[in-house]
């Protein structure tokens, strides 16, 4: 990546990205503290200890949202340990959303009185989402969030995961997370055993591919990643080139989720944005120095 795409994408970012996403590419890229992110996510956390209030650019709502929690705790994870009243408060609203079998919905019923995307107000189903339960299971096992939430959504995972058929690869992020972070590393070796051909079949490793799709580098977004032993060196380069190709003339990343608001595809195309960024660095594509997070201790 030159200098000059990076500054396009900074340029970017300025224009174009919310506030939230404009401080995490300073904390990211520019030496930029912490506490402005926090503070910006702060206005999106509600009483009840959940997130909403918009995070979710498909979300517009004030409620906490199942989905919104997710993105709020891979927001905080990316500053350092997750403070323990903030994990202690998402749990709380966690144990209030959960289903009797110990899983989580993508949203709750009462998205449908909010303002949001059609696939989220016009879902009649509320089922426990095995994607959703493990990523913000493996983030409270990162951070050593402990509560007894998350002892039932380990065990919810860990039925699943070892019944587990198929997946998506949606899931497979998810599951992906809670593989590389729980605590039982012996049983988690043996269950990326067990789903690792699942996963690969799911991941698109053309780097041409075009639509809502998924790439090695989606799933495997750093080299110590779980599931980076599931692609060769070749199609994780090819892909790393395409991702480069892809930056668009105005220094952005193409959201590639379905638009059906303006405001939320501009607001994905930023969190997309530093997504891309932040794996071409992990992967050494940014050959020039950036100045590197300082991640509370």
Known sequence: MTWDSYRAADHFIMRSARLIDRHRFAYHFQAGSA???????????????????????DLRGHGSQPVATEIALRYLDELGPVPTDLGNGVCRYLASATNDDGGLPAVLPNVRHTEAAPWYQKTDDFSSRLDVTT????????NKITHPWRDTATAYCWKHIDSLNWTDPHEAIGICCFLQHVSDRERATDAMNHVARMIRAVIDVHPRATGHVHTPLDL???????????????????????FEQQQRADGGWDACWDHWDTAATLEREGMRTIQRLRILRAYGRIQFDLPRPRRTA
């Open 35 to 57: 506490e402005p992110v926090r503070v910006a996510l702060a206005a999106h956390r509600n009483l009840d200890g959940g997130y909403g209030n918009g995070l979710d650019p």
């Open 135 to 142: 990523m913000i299971t493996g983030l409270l096992h990162k």
């Open 220 to 242: 495997a977004c750093h080299p110590g990643h779980i599931a980076r032993p599931l692609f060769t060196d070749n199609e994780i380069e090819r892909n790393l080139e395409a």
